[in-house]
T-cell receptor, first 113, second 114 residues
Framework: DAKTTQPPSMDCAEGRAANLPCNHS???????VYWYRQIHSQGPQYIIH???NNETNEMASLIITEDRKSSTLILPHATLRDTAVYYC??????????????FGQGTILTVHP | ETGVTQSPTHLIKTRGQQVTLRCSSQ?????VSWYQQALGQGPQFIFQ???????GRGNFPPRFSGLQFPNYSSELNVNALELDDSALYLC?????????????FGPGTRLTVL
């Protein structure tokens, strides 16, 4: 499995961009990078995913370095409701054509007023 | 379009009992994956069901079992409950079982074993 490393916690001021880093130096060429977030005691919410190119959707942007060894999730204008645990996940091919998600500890993002 | 739903929301059982948790997949999704999340930890993969058969399994004992029905809804059964089974149980549905199929999670069932 390609392991991911994230800072345990980060702070951000409301209205500012939140940039959440993730290292995945052992990622394989055909493995995707996924980001989910989990607000206290709720189910994880899908944010965005990518393989090689940068991606953007209505929630966030995902920047993947050219060597694919790290990525950054960007929330362009953080709000208090963005306070959550953010998980960076490299999608594993289990060898039997199934793709499980392997969650680490994630980054606790706290958005301050 | 309805999202992933789970029932019940909360459940309290005693050690040694059996429990069944239910999950309805999102419309158009044929794959359901189950995860266990202990307090303060990230979710851990239990198993995945695709076309009514178990399609992959994590490091969980056989007393964790499941079913998937023709309408793609799914059940998670846990026999001989132990105190450590207390956790948030999450199901996620996806359009397919592969690594490029995004999984969408339900709200979870909080199980407490006394």
């Amino acid at each position: 499995d390609a392991k991911t490393t994230q800072p345990p916690s980060m702070d951000c001021a409301e209205g500012r961009a939140a940039n959440l880093p993730c290292n995945h130096s052992t990622i394989s060429g055909n493995e995707y990078v996924y980001w989910y977030r989990q607000i206290h005691s709720q189910g994880p919410q899908y944010i965005i995913h990518g393989l090689k190119n940068n991606e953007t959707n209505e929630m966030a942007s995902l920047i993947i370095t050219e060597d694919r060894k790290s990525s950054t999730l960007i929330l362009p204008h953080a709000t208090l409701r963005d306070t959550a645990v953010y998980y960076c996940i490299v999608r594993v091919d289990g060898g039997t054509s199934y793709g499980k998600l392997t969650f680490g500890q994630g980054t606790i993002l706290t958005v301050h007023p | 379009e309805t999202g992933v739903t789970q029932s019940p929301t909360h459940l309290i059982k005693t050690r040694g009992q059996q429990v069944t948790l239910r999950c309805s997949s999102q419309s158009g999704h044929n794959t359901v994956s189950w995860y266990q999340q202990a307090l303060g930890q990230g979710p851990q993969f239990i198993f995945q069901y695709y076309r009514e058969e178990e399609n992959g399994r994590g490091n969980f004992p056989p007393r964790f079992s499941g079913l998937q029905f023709p309408n793609y809804s799914s059940e998670l059964n846990v026999n001989a409950l132990e105190l450590d089974d207390s956790a948030l149980y999450l199901c996620a549905s996806s359009e397919g079982p592969g690594r490029a199929d995004t999984q969408y999670f339900g709200p979870g069932t909080r199980l407490t074993v006394l």
